[in-house]
């Protein structure tokens, strides 16, 4: 089972734009995908259950040592969904609360892929969701904030180290880029220059259909108009990731 979360603490960056994205690309080919929503804003669950969330399935069972009961939602991808009610457990940053979306997803087998959503801050619920995972994707849009944060992000992979096994940095995605923009080439260079080896060669362009399809709580493909060019970058995206995988888990 691949548990792959996607963090970086800088906000708006798209990390439930790409959760929500690969976890359709992959249940489109069949693979049995559970999302966990691991922020309080609960987009990502809003995205999939836009009529609202039952509360056996809201994730924050597992920091009362319960277990949330998935929801199988319409899309044929499990949940364990969030709301604001999470924000409650924020405040407990005791050692052995980092581990308890781990202990939980450690009892469940029977996916393929596990797909973690976090929080723009790196508090108690994207340490929850970094230690509970195998390997990161830290998407960053351009920004020089967003690149900073990459940084906080790093850092924070090498302090957990100290106190448990740390998911392996898969790699860095750039997000929401316009090729017009000089700036949006500067950032793209500079993440070049600096994060050459990390830097997946796929870039998620900018375009409203990913806005209105998060809002429709569909895919982009699903949307009308010519999305092929979206489309196809999640769908490389996603191939991307398996490989760099197969790569890590290879040993090379
Ligand atoms: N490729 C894109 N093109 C255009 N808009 C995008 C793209 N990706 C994301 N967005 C939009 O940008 C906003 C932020 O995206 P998203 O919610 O995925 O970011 P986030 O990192 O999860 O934010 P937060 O840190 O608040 O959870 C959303 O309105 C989303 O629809
Ligand atoms: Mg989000």
Redesign the pocket.
């Known amino acids: 089972m691949i548990k792959i979360s996607v963090a970086?603490q800088?906000?708006?960056?798209?990390?439930?734009?790409?959760v929500?994205h690969l976890a359709h690309v992959w249940a489109g080919q069949g693979k049995k995908v559970l999302c966990v929503d691991m922020?309080p804003?609960g987009?990502l669950s809003s995205s999939f259950c836009p009529e609202g969330i039952p509360e056996k399935s809201l994730v924050s069972a597992v920091f009362r040592k319960k277990k949330p009961e998935v929801m199988r939602t319409e899309s044929g991808i499990y949940l364990a969904a969030s709301d604001i009610s999470l924000s409650i457990h924020e405040k407990d940053l005791s050692l052995k609360n980092y581990f308890c979306l781990k202990s939980w997803l450690d009892s469940v087998k029977d996916f393929d892929v596990v797909l973690i959503?976090?929080?723009?801050s790196l508090g108690l619920f994207t340490v929850n969701a970094l230690t509970a995972a195998n390997f990161v994707i830290a998407?960053v849009d351009v920004s020089i904030y967003a690149i900073r944060a990459l940084t906080d992000l790093q850092n924070s992979l090498k302090e957990l180290s100290g106190v448990a096994k740390s998911p392996k940095l898969l790699g860095v995605v750039l997000?929401?880029?316009t090729k017009f923009h000089r700036s949006s080439r500067a950032i793209q260079e500079h993440l070049n220059e600096e994060y050459k080896k990390l830097l997946f060669s796929t870039v998620?362009?900018?375009?409203?259909k990913?806005?209105e399809a998060?809002?429709m709580g569909v895919p982009v493909w699903k949307i009308k108009g010519d999305v092929s060019r979206?489309e196809k970058c999640f769908r490389t995206l996603s191939r991307e990731v398996l490989k760099r995988i197969e790569k890590k888990k290879g040993g090379r």
């Open positions: 970086n800088k906000g708006g960056v798209g990390k439930t734009t790409i929500f922020d804003q987009n959503d976090t929080p723009p998407p997000s929401s880029f998620i362009p900018n375009s409203t990913v806005k998060l809002i979206v």
